[in-house]
């Protein structure tokens, strides 16, 4: 059994760093010259240096890559935390009330879990035009708020079916409304199941491109997708060294997210039952 288990873990190490090597190239290859990263394919530089990060981080355009990072944040922290709140309000109807038609309308609700995205882009642009909402954050914000998210209201679903009824009963009979027993009894014990929604929906939005490319049409309120994406000059030789210096500086939130995040992610996931 001992050597089924160390074969199994020699299989998925192996696995690991196949999946993770390209991750691993890329950050030593941000301390190299770009001559070397098109000439060498040694993992370890030959000479670390910092140019790659001095001048892809000073830009070589109007804008540095840190006003690229705050358009990011400005975009990406009011989405999560709109989302967070307003998927577990969805769930909390879907999964406490019965009214008419809740299991349609849940099922309706999923149904749109199966659509590609790029099958509802131009009617979300026609609807985003009319609205006054492009080049605009608001594409993102807005859906935010009305809770358009289904993923992350299944994930807050499925963690409040887990938690027992008669937490409401209880609250019910000391007097408490349905807005104080989802603000003070189900909300405390769903911070795990909303952080990990938060976590799924901060490295989502933070990589994003395809919607952002599509709804933002000036260079100032590029985020860092389309930034780094602009940084592949047609026209001129790429500096490949600043590109995968500025993509690692770009995964930074998410790592420090996810690392500081990860003790409620992994609680959250276990009991939502998302697996990946």
């Not at 995205?117 to 914000?141: A, E, K, M, S």
């Not at 919607?211 to 590029?222: Q, T």
């Not at 500025?246 to 992994?266: D, E, G, I, N, T």
Request: proline share 5%; hydrophobic share 55%.
């Amino acid at each position: 059994m001992k050597l089924r288990t160390l074969g199994l873990y020699a299989i998925l190490t192996v696995i690991g760093v196949i999946l993770i090597y390209p991750l691993i190239w890329m950050f030593f290859g941000s301390f190299k010259t770009t001559m070397e990263i098109l000439t060498s394919i040694r993992l370890f530089p030959s000479k670390f240096i910092l140019e790659g990060y001095k001048l892809g981080w000073e830009g070589s355009g109007q804008f540095t890559f840190g006003h690229f990072m705050r358009n990011t944040f400005t975009m990406v922290v009011p989405t999560v935390v709109f989302t967070s709140f307003s998927s577990i309000i969805v769930a909390y109807g879907f999964a406490r009330f019965r009214f008419p038609l809740n299991k349609l309308l849940f099922a309706m609700m999923l149904a749109t879990l199966m659509l590609p995205p790029t099958v509802v882009i131009i009617p979300r642009y026609l609807l985003f035009q009319n609205l006054g909402f492009l080049d605009t954050y608001l594409p993102f914000i807005v859906p935010a708020i009305l809770g358009g998210s289904p993923f992350y209201i299944f994930m807050q679903y499925q963690f409040l079916r887990g938690l027992p009824k008669e937490l409401d009963e209880s609250a019910v009979m000391d007097g408490a409304n349905s807005f104080i027993i989802l603000t003070r009894i189900l909300l405390p014990l769903s911070v795990p199941a909303m952080i990990s929604a938060a976590l799924f929906n901060f490295m989502w939005a933070w990589n994003e491109f395809f919607s952002v490319l599509i709804y933002i049409s000036s260079v100032e309120k590029y985020t860092v997708s389309l930034a780094l994406r602009m940084m592949m000059d047609i026209d001129a030789a790429t500096t490949w060294n600043q590109i995968m210096a500025m993509s690692v500086v770009s995964m930074l939130p998410c790592l420090l997210f996810f690392f500081f995040a990860q003790r409620f992610f992994v609680e959250g996931i276990a009991k939502t039952g998302i697996k990946g």
